[in-house]
């Protein structure tokens, strides 16, 4: 029986000394990294489930690449290992590929930046699968069984009709309690920055009944899951959320999701999310300083956007807003700015990242085109903590001392006390029918 080993590099690791003792200092961006690095590598385990039964398969996750992981893989013996990793941690990635590769084992990756960049995956791994990977699944398989696996494995848009149930019960029982899910893959929109929008294809729906199903299937491994929508923007397109929701409600288990700021404009549907379990929304108010190009309807000034949180909000749904730091026209008196606005933002947690360029953006091409991307950052900075562009109007080392002066502000006690204030706030809200 051949065997399969699924390896997922997770979390974020920043690389930058000052911003690294920062982040381990401030308990709020210390939470945020951990629940991100818990979070089960939905591809792979959806890869999983097209597995042929004649293959047997394991699944290992780690935050980076060790001798003994490489050991640990090859001791099983697999006739193929196949490699998910963002781009931030794709260097590592690349570092189990040598170690496997020298012990002859064939190696794979896949993911949005391999899809970004499968020339430069392919000077690493044997094969790289370019788009979505239940397409392209059946044929690396096929190609490993035969001792030929080499190049490129393009997998089309795959039918969510035609969606499986992610093999959740590969993940060992320690990391069974936050479960990934998808509803929809890819946006409608596309925003300058974003990779995720497009690169795997058009925007589709999963059918509602497999989304049940998958409830009923996380639930009956761990009755206290909690679920991470694994969504770009849920409800981007859905005319009618209800039967979703109703979908959730019937699951009875938290869950926590992505969506833009339109869907306050809805007169229910925050209370309709809460009611349903959300637990916090992610709503990406992105950068006060520029309109990116591609946001389309999303597009908003900042008033609108606030009143946006506090119509959210005070349907009793808690929200997370993300603000992008960075982008073209940011100076060292927008960011001040940015730390006054914050002073009293309505929102129950507030998430800061800098402006990334990662591969397969328009922002990307953008820079490059400019000459301004950083030849020295390689992809292990590209982690939403470090620049890694010349700014249009700071220098790189300006950026970085503006934006940590700003996190560690945020992010400090009052700060962090008055956004915990707002969240029972919120959840006391009478609108809130969880109560
Ligand atoms: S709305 Fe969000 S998911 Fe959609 S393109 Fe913009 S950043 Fe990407």
């Not at 596309?190 to 996380?218: D, H, N």
């Amino acid at each position: 029986m051949p065997h399969v080993a699924l390896v997922a590099f997770t979390g974020l690791r920043v690389v930058d000394p000052e911003l690294r003792a920062l982040g381990l200092s401030l308990p709020g961006l210390r939470r945020r990294g951990e629940a991100i690095a818990a979070l089960p590598a939905l591809g792979l385990l959806t890869v999983a489930a097209h597995t042929p039964e004649h293959w047997s398969q394991s699944y290992h996750d780690a935050p980076c690449f060790d001798e003994e992981l490489a050991e640990r893989i090859a001791a099983e013996r697999p006739a193929l290992v196949a490699i998910s990793a963002l781009t931030a941690s794709i260097e590592e990635a690349y570092a189990l590929c040598a170690a496997l590769r020298g012990r002859g084992i064939a190696t794979v990756i896949g993911g949005l930046h391999a899809t970004a960049l499968p020339d430069e995956v392919l000077r690493h791994a044997d094969a790289v699968v370019v788009g979505d990977g239940e397409s392209a699944w059946p044929a690396v398989l096929g190609a490993a069984e035969q001792d030929e696996l080499r190049g490129e494995y393009h997998g089309s848009a795959f039918d969510l009709d035609a969606s499986r149930m992610p093999r959740w019960d590969l993940l060992p029982p320690a990391k069974r309690h936050r479960y990934t899910l998808q509803t929809a893959r890819g946006c409608p929109l596309a925003c300058e920055f974003c990779a995720a929008s497009r690169l795997l294809g058009p925007f589709r729906e999963k059918p509602v009944a497999r989304i049940r199903a998958e409830l009923a299937a996380i639930k009956a491994l761990d009755p206290r899951a909690v679920i991470e929508l694994a969504d770009d923007n849920t409800f981007a397109g859905a005319p009618d959320p209800a039967p979703l929701l109703q979908a959730l409600k019937d699951a009875g288990l938290p869950w926590f999701t992505e969506c833009d700021h339109r869907i306050a404009d809805h007169p229910t549907l925050a209370a309709d999310m809460a009611e349903a379990g959300c637990a916090q929304v992610l709503v990406g108010i992105e950068s006060p300083v520029r309109k990116y190009a591609g946001m389309g309807p999303k597009a908003a000034g900042l008033a609108r956007m606030r009143e946006a949180v506090e119509r959210i909000q005070a349907q009793g749904l808690p929200v997370n807003a993300c603000f992008v730091v960075g982008a073209d026209g940011e100076t060292e008196q927008s960011i001040d700015a940015l730390g006054e606005l914050l002073q009293d933002w309505p929102s129950a947690e507030v998430q800061l990242t800098l402006q990334t360029p990662f591969p397969g953006t328009a922002l990307r091409r953008r820079l490059d085109e400019q000459g301004r991307l950083l030849k020295d950052r390689t992809w292990k900075h590209h982690n939403l903590f470090e620049v890694t562009y010349r700014p249009s109007h700071l220098t790189p080392g300006d950026l970085t001392t503006g934006f940590s002066r700003l996190v560690a502000a945020v992010y400090a006690e009052p700060m962090s006390r008055r956004r915990a204030q707002i969240r029972k706030k919120v959840l006391r809200s009478p609108l809130n029918v969880r109560e």
